[in-house]
């Protein structure tokens, strides 16, 4: 009894040491991951340091594009039947108008049709189409923002990992003099080339497949926009020979 007693006095105050030596063991561990990519970077020298621009760019157009693709934010759903409902008899009051023209993008497109009947009650059907389809064009491009960018990083990035690969090798040939060898800078050139490669692919490849899913994504939110819009105008048009 005596023993168990002491067992059991002695490891409480022993186990948070052993916590404590664990979690310094994981903090050396990631301390020493950093460093060995640190000397990833010097091995690989300066040419990779364009690569790194390059990849944290992409990481922030990605991110900030899949944020403001959100659907609440672009297209929301039931938000054409809204309007629909609201101008079922009458343009709205501008309050109304203001509130859908700032709820989203579609929004954008929807209350143009209201400001344009609203500003020309005898607008034609074309010059009423014409209004909301230069809205719609405004929209695109909004949400085609920064994906020029992202598909100019995956196309580059590959470019700048075979540039890397090109220095490594000069420097390769640039070590072995007639009748010469050195291992350190023949080693040091392969490095060189490998790494920027290497890294120039692992830049491009997720920059590329983010940068075709964002485009399918904008392509079809411009598709919904033409349909929701044509028939807004159909409804639009319609109300307006009710009310002749």
Not at 79 to 97: G, K, R, T, V, Y
Not at 115 to 143: F, N, V, W
Request: charged share 15%; glycine share 6%; hydrophobic share 50%.
């Amino acid at each position: 009894m005596r023993f168990s007693s002491g067992a059991w006095h002695v490891y409480p105050q022993s186990y948070p040491q052993f916590v404590w030596m664990a979690h310094s063991a994981i903090m050396l561990e990631r301390i020493f991951e950093g460093f060995a990519l640190f000397s990833i970077i010097q091995a690989a020298g300066w040419p990779i340091w364009p690569l790194l621009a390059c990849s944290i760019v992409a990481l922030a157009l990605i991110i900030e594009r899949l944020m403001s693709l959100r659907t609440h934010l672009v297209a929301p759903e039931g938000l054409l039947e809204q309007a629909l409902e609201a101008s079922h008899d009458n343009l709205p009051s501008q309050e109304i108008i203001n509130q859908l023209h700032d709820h989203s993008t579609l929004g954008r497109i929807l209350a143009s049709g209201w400001h344009a009947l609203q500003h020309e009650p005898l607008i034609s059907a074309e010059d009423l189409r014409a209004h909301m389809e230069s809205a719609g064009r405004q929209a695109a491009h909004t949400l085609e923002k920064h994906l020029v960018a992202l598909a100019t990083i995956a196309s580059a990035a590959p470019l700048l990992g075979l540039l890397g690969t090109v220095i490594g090798m000069i420097d390769i040939f640039g070590s072995q003099a007639p009748g010469t060898s050195n291992p350190v800078q023949l080693a040091q050139g392969i490095s060189i080339a490998l790494y920027n490669t290497a890294f120039g692919l692992m830049v491009a490849i997720p920059a590329l497949m983010f940068w075709r899913y964002l485009r399918a994504r904008v392509d079809a939110y411009v598709l919904g926009f033409e349909l929701d819009a044509d028939r807004f105008a159909r409804h639009l048009l319609a109300m307006r020979a009710r009310l002749k």
